[in-house]
């Protein structure tokens, strides 16, 4: 068992940068992928960006240059470094791990 802790979002203007950030409650070294996924108001759950245990990354085409994702296994945590950030990107951001292992969401507010 691993317990999420996603901090970091808020409410930013348009071309702004958020930077999430998410606790696990013990040691992620062996957790082989974790990710970040997204869901807007009524829109499903879609995946923004992953990565392994090796590093290799993933992002969805709609962040690709914008989002940066990384992984500390020395401090147990997962971040999300969103830059250019578009009203579209307004949604609460869930931290996951394995597919299995879900945090509480933070909200992400875009908007003038």
């Known amino acids: 068992q691993v317990q999420l802790v996603e901090s970091g979002g808020g409410l930013v203007q348009p071309g702004g940068s958020l930077r999430l950030s998410c606790a696990a409650s013990?040691?992620?070294?062996?957790?082989?992928?974790m990710g970040w996924y997204r869901q807007a108001p009524g829109k499903q759950r879609e995946l923004v960006a992953a990565?392994?245990?090796?590093?290799?990354?993933n992002y969805a085409d709609s962040v690709k240059g914008r989002f940066t994702i990384s992984r500390d296994n020395a401090k147990n945590t997962l971040d999300l470094r969103m830059n250019s950030l578009k009203p579209e990107d307004t949604a609460v951001y869930y931290c996951?791990?394995?597919?299995?292992?879900w945090g509480q969401g933070t909200q992400v507010t875009v908007s003038s």
């Open positions: 990565i392994i245990s090796g590093g290799i990354t």
């Open positions: 996951e791990a394995e597919g299995r292992y």
């Open positions: 013990r040691s992620i070294f062996s957790l082989y992928a």
